[in-house]
Each structure stands twice: as structure tokens, then as C-alpha cells.
């Protein structure tokens, strides 16, 4: 019966040891050294910093503004082939930040431009130049997404921090019915400009 309790207690006593072990925290390296001539204690510590992947993408204006592009036609001018500048700004400043090397820029299309009439003037109308051919404007298209542009990193080998002004002209090639085409988000005025980080 003795043994009995004995085994018990040596077994309690054992759970509870490793409990303690479980619940001592962590402590750092330590080195203790004694006696009469120089000493030296060393300890070690390692370091991490762990920086996530990010990407930042800015086309015009900074926060939720999305920014119209217009093109006035003189009424001397339409459908006469002389491009015509945007006639409520200049260029728009465009941004892009990341971390994780290529980037994929393209820009989607609802659709042609329209009036709300059944008239159309085409994407291939928009003519768009930047500032910097490494950080360039994708060439829209009617109703779907461009081709993609790969934006290269340009800090080491793998950050992007790109700033770019992009500048947009109508080439005014054909003769359409008077009217507005596209919009603030209505006609399929609204492009979407997409980064893409793998």
C-alpha cells in the first residue's frame, strides 16, 4: 500500500513539475563568471523584423476622389483630326509603391463612350502619353481590360517607387452627333486602372 501511494506521489509530483516547466516563461541568455583576473560575460540576442508585402497605387487625386478627364471639342475642330488637349487640367500625377518586385498595370473598360443616345466614340480616341516609359499608360479598350504593362522595380531588386504624370488627348478623327460622351461614373465613362502584384 505504501508503494502505492509512493508511485502516486512521485507521479503527482512529477506532473506537477512539468506544469511549473510549461508555465516558466522564457528567459534571455545569461553567463556568470567569477575569480580574481579579467573577466568576461557574453550573451546573446537575436533579431527579426518581419515587413509584410504591400502595394500602393495612386491615379489623380489622393483619397476617394476620382478625378473626370474632359476634352472640350472647339465646334471649329470636330472630327477634323487636330488632338484635342485636356481642356479641365493637365497632366494627371500618378503614384506606385511595393515591395515584391513586378508590378501588372492594366486599366478596364465598361465600354465605348456613349451619349445616351446610341452614339459611341471609341477608347482608341484617348491618346495617353507619361512622363517616365518605365512607368507607362495602358492602352485602353472598348468593353474589357488592356494589355497589361509590367512596371519593374527601381529601388534594389525588388521596390517600386514610381511617380509619374500621365497626359491625355482626344485625336478627334471622326464627326459625331453633338452631345456628352461618358461621365462621372455614367456612359461608361469610368475607367479602372488595376496594379497587380503577384
Known amino acids: ?15 506537477a513539475a512539468l506544469g511549473l516547466l510549461v ?8 553567463n556568470f563568471q ?16 518581419v515587413v ?9 487625386s489622393a483619397g476617394a476622389t476620382v478625378d473626370l478627364v474632359e476634352f472640350t471639342v472647339p465646334a471649329a475642330n470636330v472630327g477634323d483630326g487636330t488632338d484635342i488637349a485636356r481642356t479641365n487640367g493637365g497632366a494627371v500625377p500618378v503614384l506606385l509603391q511595393s515591395n515584391s518586385g513586378n508590378v501588372s498595370l492594366t486599366g478596364t473598360t465598361l465600354g465605348q463612350l456613349n451619349n445616351g443616345a446610341g452614339e459611341n466614340i471609341s477608347f ?15 492602352t485602353l479598350v472598348d468593353g ?22 500621365w497626359t491625355f488627348a482626344y485625336s478627334n ?11 462621372v461614373n455614367v456612359n461608361n465613362g469610368r475607367v479602372t486602372y ?4 503577384p
Open 144 to 165: 474589357g481590360t488592356s494589355a497589361a504593362i509590367t512596371v519593374t522595380p527601381n529601388v534594389g531588386t525588388r521596390v517600386i517607387n514610381r511617380t509619374a504624370n
Open 1 to 15: 500500500m505504501k508503494n502505492v501511494r509512493s508511485i502516486r506521489g512521485l507521479a503527482f509530483f512529477g506532473v
Open 52 to 60: 509584410p508585402k504591400f502595394i500602393r497605387f495612386q491615379v489623380g
Open 34 to 49: 567569477t575569480g580574481a583576473g579579467p573577466l568576461n560575460a557574453s550573451a546573446r540576442l537575436d533579431f527579426r523584423v
Open 124 to 138: 482608341a480616341e484617348i491618346l495617353s502619353t507619361s512622363s517616365d516609359p518605365l512607368f507607362n499608360v495602358p
Open 23 to 30: 508555465m516558466t516563461p522564457a528567459v534571455a541568455e545569461s
Open 173 to 183: 478623327t471622326n464627326t459625331v452627333g453633338a452631345g456628352s460622351y461618358g461621365g
Open 194 to 197: 488595376t496594379a497587380a502584384l
